[in-house]
T-cell receptor, first 111, second 116 residues
Framework: AQSVSQHNHHVILSEAASLELGCNYS??????LFWYVQYPGQHLQLLLK??????LVKGIKGFEAEFIKSKFSFNLRKPSVQWSDTAEYFC?????????FGKGNQVVVIP | DAGVIQSPRHEVTEMGQEVTLRCKPI?????LFWYRQTMMRGLELLIY????????DSGMPEDRFSAKMPNASFSTLKIQPSEPRDSAVYFC??????????????FGSGTRLTVV
């Protein structure tokens, strides 16, 4: 079964700072990769996904992620965060139709 | 499309009582998933169905938990008897057939369960 690791569970940064969240996975087969965001009190929403092709994928709200196959990584980035980006971010890996989540990164953006 | 619909949004019950959580997936999606979210364990997959058939229930914590999907538009997750440690947010998600063009999973708004 696949597994997902996310580091730096709590991240605090100021508006306009750059954000990078790391995600590493383990799975022996073909994977699909996702980043979800969960705003306070809400359900998970898809930020972006990678299935194949260009390893640099762009999602909603200015987020992007890069798939590096050799490193089994799918890191999320945003060049300049806003207060409204305060949320929890989950990396997820789908293999064999099972979606496994990392523990999440709690991101707090200070105005 | 109304998305994945879960009910109730909040449930408070006493220990020992039966709890039933409900989920209506997106029409046309052929896979349905139940997740539990807690501070300690994060998001855990409890069980998933493919074409109404349970495929993997290895995440179901114990026999007190059961899930059914009698048809393509409805699923239930039942806890009997409930215990305080079952307190969590339970999410239902559905997805279309896995493929290059699919959008992954769509999550419902969740049911926040509190067992006192």
């Amino acid at each position: 079964a696949q597994s997902v690791s996310q580091h730096n569970h709590h991240v605090i940064l100021s508006e306009a700072a750059s954000l990078e969240l790391g995600c590493n996975y383990s799975y022996g087969g073909t994977v699909n990769l996702f980043w979800y965001v969960q705003y306070p009190g809400q359900h998970l929403q898809l930020l972006l996904k990678y299935f194949s092709g260009d390893p640099l994928v762009k999602g909603i709200k200015g987020f992007e992620a890069e798939f590096i196959k050799s490193k089994f990584s799918f890191n999320l980035r945003k060049p300049s965060v806003q207060w409204s980006d305060t949320a929890e971010y989950f990396c997820a890996v789908r293999g064999n139709n099972r979606l496994a989540f990392g523990k999440g990164n709690q991101v707090v953006v200070i105005p | 499309d109304a998305g994945v619909i879960q009910s109730p949004r909040h449930e408070v019950t006493e220990m020992g009582q039966e709890v039933t959580l409900r989920c209506k997936p997106i029409s046309g999606h052929n896979s349905l998933f139940w997740y539990r979210q807690t501070m300690m364990r994060g998001l855990e997959l409890l069980i998933y169905f493919n074409n109404n058939v349970p495929i993997d229930d290895s995440g179901m914590p114990e026999d007190r938990f059961s899930a059914k999907m009698p048809n393509a538009s409805f699923s239930t997750l039942k806890i009997q008897p409930s215990e305080p440690r079952d307190s969590a947010v339970y999410f239902c998600a559905s997805s279309p057939r896995q493929g290059a063009g699919d959008s992954g999973y769509t999550f419902g708004s969740g049911t926040r369960l509190t067992v006192v």
